[in-house]
């Protein structure tokens, strides 16, 4: 079946630009989590939903950054005024459950100028 | 605080050798735990995990984890590695209490087996 998918592959912005990250889980799963992955770093934990609620935002790391999962499938991460700082692989995932396993997309690589 | 260090940042081995990729963790809590790998240019795709049971869990292609739970270790092994074991490999935990399941991730150890 399909996996957890992600666009756009690559995105180039100016500095203080507004952009939008998509993600599209696999089918039923109500676990999905946000995490961001800078180079020669591990990932690092964003934010998680579970079904339309963001039930821990704990990992965003300023109000710059915020994410929606309206219907409980598709997520957005939104991030404003972005900052060269910003530059990063944005990586999905999603799960059954939430705990045991977690299903990743092939990441957004955002490149801020 | 969790977290997860993983001691080699490089392994470049010959094919066909052993290797071990080492992954410690702290967590005051008890942890599941994940190797992840990824390879050039794809995404983070699961290895293997131990959620509980057996300490030894192994994948379909010839890599195994021990949990050590004494030494807060879940180091990764393969007794014959091949070119296409080439990637980076990625230790994780997540916490049974105390969080909403988000995987704590090592920095990655790039496994690079030469011919």
């Known amino acids: 079946g399909a996996g957890v998918s992600q666009t756009p592959s690559n995105k180039v912005t100016e500095k203080g630009k507004y952009v939008e990250l998509r993600c599209d889980p696999i089918?039923?799963?109500?676990?999905l989590y946000w995490y961001r992955q800078s180079l020669g770093q591990g990932p690092e934990f964003l934010i998680y939903?579970?079904?339309?609620?963001?039930?821990?935002d704990s990992g965003l790391p300023n109000d710059r950054f915020f994410a929606v999962r309206p219907e409980g499938s598709v997520s957005t991460l939104k991030i404003q005024r972005t900052e060269r700082g910003d530059s990063a692989m944005y990586l999905c995932a999603s799960s059954p459950q939430g705990r045991e396993t977690q299903y990743f997309g092939p990441g957004t690589r955002l490149l801020v100028l | 605080a969790q977290s997860v260090t993983q001691l080699d940042s490089q392994v470049p081995v010959f094919e066909e050798a052993p290797v071990e990729l080492r992954c410690n963790y702290s967590s005051s809590v008890s942890v599941y735990l994940f190797w992840y790998v990824q390879y050039p240019n794809q995404g983070l795709q699961l290895l293997l995990k131990?959620?509980?049971?057996?300490?030894l869990v192994e994948s379909i292609n010839g890599f195994e984890a021990e949990f050590n739970k004494s030494q807060t270790s879940f180091h990764l092994r393969k007794p014959s590695v091949h070119i296409s074991d080439t990637a980076e490999y990625f230790c994780?935990?997540?916490?049974?209490?105390?969080?909403?399941?988000?995987?704590?991730f090592g920095k990655g150890t790039k496994l690079s087996v030469k011919p």
């Open positions: 131990y959620l509980s049971g057996s300490t």
């Open positions: 089918s039923g799963h109500t676990a």
């Open positions: 994780a935990v997540t916490l049974l209490r105390g969080s909403q399941g988000n995987l704590i």
């Open positions: 939903f579970q079904g339309t609620g963001a039930a821990d």
